[in-house]
């Protein structure tokens, strides 16, 4: 971005030297300058009407520099306020306008163009830039009228001293041995050069400080635009473009989502297999047990010489519980 708040500062001070410059030259050769603005002729309030128009055209060339000195400090707000909005988009905020000012540029072109994509419309860059110029062009309605009205100051205040140097000569024409007329005609012409000269520097040094100001002031509206071009049209801006590129993501998630629920089939059908072998062994190991078991019955029975069948021992014992023999109670165990 553009070096707004720089020039903003280095403007300001070359008004403050200015100014400093002003007072230390009215304190240091103050009786000269009115020397050099009286002419000795004075209204009906009392004032010198040299030091009366000079003093016209210096009120309005300060009154401007604090106008020119309020707006650098504004400009130099307003790109802070961007640099920090700049800074949490590349940072990938959801907001990045909370928490600033609400009446900063930045964060009025902002909620626009929110506002403009919530109603499904297609927001227009040259109407924002359009809009944004013609509200900062109302910032510069006092500094263009005394940018205007200083030289205009100057031809006032000889077009005044004129008049007078014509009323002291047609004194002197009536009244041919009076020499006030002729004190009354150099006055007014020196008061018409002053008026001239000081609007001339006034002029010449406010020009050049307007002309900075509107520099700084195309560098502002082109940080803006820049950054409502990179960072906030991408946010609501859908176009064909944009949208192939999240179809582009979308079917990028899409196959990585099949490739993982692949992984996941791939582990349960490894864990499926592993369990049937589990139940496999477990069967095995289920028909040894019966095995085992009914080789240690066939050698109890040869052990105690019993019949093959074991049937009506067992309905014996069902029978008649007391008369039961040692062999059939480890039968019975052995059963159960």
């Not at 230390?24 to 009115?34: D, K, P, R, V, Y």
């Not at 009407?49 to 000079?54: C, E, F, H, Y």
């Amino acid at each position: 971005m553009k070096p707004v708040q720089r020039h903003c500062y280095t403007t300001l001070v070359l008004i403050l030297g200015l100014l400093g410059i002003g007072l230390l030259g009215g304190g240091l050769f103050g009786q000269q300058l009115l020397s050099f603005f009286q002419t000795g002729q004075k209204t009906t309030w009392g004032i010198d009407i040299g030091i009366l128009l000079n003093g016209f055209t210096l009120c309005l060339f300060i009154l401007g520099l604090i106008r020119m000195s309020w707006l650098l400090l504004d400009f130099a707000q307003e790109q802070r306020v961007i640099w920090h909005f700049a800074r949490r988009a590349e940072q990938g905020d959801e907001n990045p306008a909370y928490g600033l000012s609400y009446g900063a540029l930045i964060v009025e072109r902002y909620d626009m163009v929110q506002t403009i994509a919530q109603q499904q419309a297609m927001p227009d860059q040259n109407a924002l830039a359009s809009s944004l110029q013609a509200k900062l062009a109302t910032e510069f309605t006092l500094v263009r009228f005394i940018h205007n009205t200083l030289i205009l100051t100057g031809v006032f205040g000889t077009v005044v001293s004129l008049s007078l140097a014509l009323v002291g000569a047609a004194q002197l024409f009536n009244h041919p041995e009076d020499t006030a007329p002729m004190g009354a005609i150099i006055h007014s012409m020196s008061t018409a050069l002053s008026t001239t000269v000081t609007a001339i520097i006034c002029y010449t040094l406010f020009s050049y400080l307007h002309l900075r100001l509107q520099d700084i002031r195309t560098e502002l509206q082109s940080n803006i635009e820049d950054v409502t071009m990179v960072y906030i049209l991408p946010r609501f801006q859908i176009g064909e473009s944009t949208l192939v590129q999240q179809v582009g993501t979308l079917a990028i998630q899409l196959r990585q989502a099949a490739e993982l629920v692949t992984r996941v089939q791939d582990r349960f059908l490894q864990a499926g297999e592993r369990l049937q072998v589990a139940v496999a062994d477990l069967h095995q190991g289920v028909q040894y047990s019966s095995h085992t078991i009914q080789d240690i019955r066939d050698t109890l029975r040869e052990g105690f010489r019993l019949p093959p069948n074991s049937s009506a021992p067992a309905a014996v014992a069902k029978s008649e519980p007391k008369q039961l023999t040692p062999a059939d109670t480890i039968l019975q165990g052995t059963r159960r």
